[in-house]
């Protein structure tokens, strides 16, 4: 199953994971902070 989450305080505008069978199978961060 896929979740997006939004996360506040932090330079990373979303975060998309894909979690299966209590598992995370992938994890995309969307935005960051200049220099990472």
Do not use: A, H
Request: charged residues 20%.
């Amino acid at each position: 199953m896929t979740y997006e989450y939004n996360p506040r305080g932090v330079c990373s505008r979303k975060m998309i994971f894909n979690i299966e069978d209590g598992v995370i199978k992938s994890l995309e961060v969307v935005g960051g902070c200049n220099g990472n």
